[in-house]
């Protein structure tokens, strides 16, 4: 099971056609600091419905999943992230 990170700042572009494309991420880690990471690339994951991701999150059938590239520590790391706006307004991440 991938750690969850519930509270995540995440910078993203909102299109007239209702996709999003997310840019940048921000998280605190368990020194108390502050990581920001640019995202590279990223796709969206397709949408299966009401579901537990490989994650362990329960998403609905209206949430986004992003699996985004980023480079952390000098390595690429494919990281997940997941936003439902019908739910809550929150950006969640699995590392």
Known sequence: MSKIINEVDVICEHKADGSIIPLRLRFMNEDGEYQTFTIKGFREAEKKGAHTTEDGIYVADSAFIFECLIIAAGMKRVIRI??????????????
Request: no cysteine; hydrophobic share 35%; aromatic share 22%.
């Open 82 to 95: 997941y936003y439902d706006p019908r739910i809550n307004s929150k950006w969640r991440l699995a590392i």
